[in-house]
């Protein structure tokens, strides 16, 4: 009877103890699939469920470093297209006053032409105003070449963002 009694004692404390074990494990899953990814096991047993748990506990570490890392890329991603956005705004206001120069030295062709008796004088105004918008013409090639370079250079950039996070993922 007392070897009874000892067996059955043994057998409920081995039951608490992987019970409680298992229930640890759970509530630690069930944190982390929560988002909670500090969660961790702490087991005191030195058996496989053990081995469970520090596995567990570095599963969750990498998830945060990963979560680190996907951040901070996201961040400088989000950097690099407020950048591009900002060059583009940039662009686009530059090509605006330039056209408006543009529709300028053609209205001003325009008038000179309707008027006939200042042939010699519109005739001079309208060399000019081709020479202007030769220049014109000129900058704003070097302009928009710059824009292609620059356009260039940040979707490397975007790419190898894009490469780091594929990275991250894989």
Do not use: P, W
């Not at 059955?8 to 630690?28: C, D, E, H, Q, T």
């Not at 961040?75 to 090509?95: D, I, K, V």
């Not at 209205?107 to 000019?128: G, I, K, L, P």
Request: charged share 20%.
């Amino acid at each position: 009877a007392g070897l009874t009694l000892l067996a059955l004692y043994l057998f409920v404390g081995f039951y608490y103890s992987i019970m409680a074990a298992i229930i640890g494990l759970k509530a630690a899953v069930g944190k982390l699939a929560h988002g909670d990814l500090c969660a961790q096991v702490n087991i005191d047993n030195h058996d496989e469920l053990s081995e469970v748990a520090h596995s567990f506990n570095e599963m969750a570490a990498e998830f945060r470093q990963i979560i680190a890392k996907t951040d901070q890329a996201t961040a400088e991603l989000h950097g690099e297209a407020r950048q591009l956005s900002e060059f583009s705004g940039n662009t686009q206001n530059g090509m605006f006053r330039q056209q408006e120069q543009i529709e300028q030295v053609a209205s001003a062709m325009s008038e000179m032409s309707q008027t006939v008796a200042d042939v010699a004088r519109s005739a001079d105004n309208a060399a000019h105003a081709v020479t202007n918008a030769n220049m014109k013409a000129a900058e704003a090639d070097c302009v928009i070449n710059d824009v292609i370079s620059a356009i260039a250079s940040s979707a490397s950039e975007v790419n190898r963002v894009g490469d780091v996070v594929s990275e991250l993922a894989a």
